[in-house]
Nanobody
Framework: QVQLVESGGGLVQPGGSLRLSCAASGSIFMIRAMGWYRQAPGKQRELVAA????????NYADSVKGRFTISRDNAKNTVYLQMNSLKPEDTAVYYC?????????WGQGTQVTVSS
């Protein structure tokens, strides 16, 4: 059984930083990409950032470019999201996503709240 364990969410003031982690365990055949999505109240889930297996390609939502950085440790099947210069509009539940050759997996979500 595949598990995605997320950590690192919390409450932070505007301008602050957080680092999210997501560790994937279990039998996952051929991970192709890992990423983060977020969903704010009353809004649709949106892609924040994603990175391919080799780490050679990554993409970001326009709203986070220059502030967030995605990285991964393939040996640990772990993906990270470093979030800097956080804004109140970054407040959302952040979900880890893993795309494998034949399947897709989601984490349970971690709350990020940016507020003074």
């Amino acid at each position: 059984q595949v598990q995605l364990v997320e950590s690192g969410g919390g409450l932070v003031q505007p301008g602050g930083s957080l680092r999210l982690s997501c560790a994937a365990s279990g039998s996952i055949f051929m991970i192709r990409a890992m990423g983060w999505y977020r969903q704010a109240p009353g809004k649709q889930r949106e892609l924040v950032a994603a990175i391919t297996t080799g780490g050679s390609s990554s993409n970001y939502a326009d709203s986070v470019k220059g502030r967030f950085t995605i990285s991964r440790d393939n040996a640990k099947n772990t993906v990270y999201l470093q979030m800097n210069s956080l804004k109140p509009e970054d407040t959302a539940v952040y979900y880890c996503n893993v795309q494998a050759l034949f399947s897709e997996y989601w984490g349970q979500g971690t709350q990020v709240t940016v507020s003074s």
